[in-house]
């Protein structure tokens, strides 16, 4: 049994009294987990999960015998198969894994009725108030009540499911998460109240939700590896690296992220909870096929910039930067970005896209994939004093509201755009010839939200 006991950090201040309740629940290696509970023969083998060597596509999952050879989700099948040539490479069932997901949830449900799904693999669980409930007679605290509570949960999901998962308990959804992170495989972590800060302070930046490669070069540049440097941080340090996103890194690397559960939600869908201001929204497609046809790119680039702004409205948010992602046949892959005034309008975001995509592509090469980001977001209300187009998005986003997303296009964008995914974890392929789907995981959304 996992538990942290360590003492508190040199100069750091306990939190405020509160009680390790929230739980992240992470099902170890999923897609690969289900692939064995359907053929045993795969236990203890490598095994990817996302298509057949020499297609295309990406690794949607992989196992823990194969990624000591550098696979990792989201890498080519291509590359992976370069890596790995002796591994199981298996296809993507998609309603098969949905499905295990959904009785995940119901066994979770037997423990708990306040359950957030945060990706099909991935959810965070309420247990407060629920001491008394679950006291044993040999249970010395209210925490080590939980902690078995939780041990029993993770016992069931593999007893009746053939699913090993790990989990995290702390006072805050995003220490949960760090947790259960550290608790795989299949494991349990209690974090005490109070202890937060001694858990991070040795980890790697990348441990925090939400630091992401960029970030991470930029505090590598400045000296900082491990959350404790990165704790020990001025406040306006860390401005110049997370921008709006500094007041959620600068809680969560002392502890005091937050607990509260949000609303719930389906996995594989938009996460755009009403003024969320944390964090990205975006949205990127792959051709079937690599694509070089001007309008055909165009019109992707205009659904894309449709798509990022309806969310924008949605959250009731606008944007300060729009990012244009430009990736091409051999994998090159650019990234361009432009800050302007605040907005959440298609026509606004879509001409600055243009001007980004006209600078970017000096090409002739095919292109693989575009993705649109909206970043350094903000309240809503700002106005622009020079063309107020709210009248008009308020109606299209109520016919939305009724029949769909794709009830109103703006005329640029392809009527052959079938699958306009999510953006936030999940990644659809898309061209003219026939559409396919191949789902690849990005770090599930948590506190705080990890930009895609």
């Given at each position: 049994m996992f538990r942290y006991t360590g003492p508190l950090a040199s100069g750091s201040s306990p939190l405020p009294a509160a009680t390790p309740r929230i739980c992240c629940l992470d099902l170890d290696t999923f897609f690969v987990s289900v692939e064995r509970t359907?053929?045993?023969?795969?236990?203890?083998?490598?095994?990817?999960?996302?298509?057949?060597?020499?297609?295309?596509?990406?690794?949607?999952?992989?196992?823990?015998?194969?990624?000591?050879?550098?696979?990792?989700?989201?890498?080519?099948?291509?590359?992976?198969?370069?890596?790995?040539?002796?591994?199981?490479?298996?296809?993507?069932?998609?309603?098969?894994?949905?499905?295990?997901?959904?009785?995940?949830?119901?066994?979770?449900?037997?423990?708990?009725?306040v359950i957030r799904v945060a990706s099909i693999d991935e959810m965070f669980i309420d247990f407060r108030g629920s001491e008394r409930l679950y006291h044993a007679p040999d249970d010395a605290t209210d925490?080590?009540?939980?902690e078995r509570v939780v041990w029993q949960l993770t016992d069931a999901i593999a007893g009746e499911l053939g699913l090993p998962s790990s989990a995290g308990i702390a006072t805050s959804k995003v220490i949960a998460k760090v947790a259960s992170g550290l608790a795989k495989p299949r494991g349990v972590l209690m974090v005490p109240a109070g202890q937060e800060t001694?858990?991070?302070?040795?980890?790697?930046?990348?441990?925090?939700?939400?630091?992401?490669?960029?970030?991470?070069?930029?505090?590598?540049?400045?000296?900082i590896l491990t959350l404790g440097q990165l704790a020990d941080m001025p406040y306006n340090k860390l401005t110049h690296v997370f921008g709006a996103w500094t007041g959620n890194v600068y809680r969560g690397v002392h502890g005091h992220g937050s607990a509260d559960m949000g609303p719930a939600r389906r996995a594989f869908r938009e996460h755009d909870p009403s003024g969320e201001t944390v964090g990205s929204i975006s949205n990127e497609r792959t051709f079937r096929e690599d694509e070089?046809?001007?309008?055909?790119?165009?019109?992707?680039?205009?659904?894309?910039?449709?798509?990022?702004?309806?969310?924008?409205?949605?959250?009731?948010?606008?944007?300060?930067?729009?990012?244009?992602?430009?990736?091409y046949a051999d994998f090159v892959t650019l990234s361009r970005s432009k800050t302007t005034s605040p907005t959440h309008s298609e026509k606004h975001v879509l001409g600055i896209v243009r001007e980004l995509y006209r600078r970017a592509n000096t090409t002739t090469g095919k292109i693989r994939l575009l993705g649109v980001a909206l970043t350094n977001l903000g309240p809503g209300e700002q106005l622009n004093l020079f063309e107020n187009q709210d009248r008009l998005h308020t109606v299209v986003d109520h016919v939305r509201a009724r029949f769909g997303f794709d009830a109103v296009r703006l005329a640029a964008a392809s009527t052959r755009e079938v699958?306009?995914?999510?953006?936030?974890?999940?990644?659809?392929?898309?061209?003219?010839?026939?559409?396919?789907?191949?789902?690849?995981?990005?770090?599930?959304?948590?506190?705080?939200?990890?930009?895609?």
């Open positions: 359907l053929d045993a023969s795969l236990e203890g083998k490598p095994v990817i999960v996302g298509g057949r060597p020499g297609q295309r596509g990406v690794v949607t999952a992989c196992s823990y015998e194969v990624r000591e050879f550098g696979v990792r989700s989201g890498m080519s099948l291509t590359q992976a198969a370069q890596l790995a040539p002796r591994a199981i490479f298996l296809p993507v069932r998609h309603g098969t894994y949905g499905d295990y997901a959904k009785r995940v949830v119901h066994i979770a449900e037997r423990f708990s009725p925490d080590e009540t939980i001694e858990l991070l302070a040795p980890l790697p930046v990348r441990k925090f939700p939400g630091i992401g490669p960029v970030a991470a070069k930029k505090l590598e540049a400045a000296g070089g046809d001007p309008t055909v790119l165009d019109s992707m680039l205009c659904a894309l910039c449709e798509r990022v702004s309806w969310r924008a409205r949605k959250r009731g948010v606008k944007a300060r930067t729009v990012t244009l992602k430009l990736r699958d306009q995914g999510n953006g936030h974890g999940e990644h659809r392929t898309w061209g003219g010839k026939g559409t396919h789907d191949t789902t690849t995981r990005a770090d599930p959304t948590t506190d705080p939200t990890t930009p895609p």
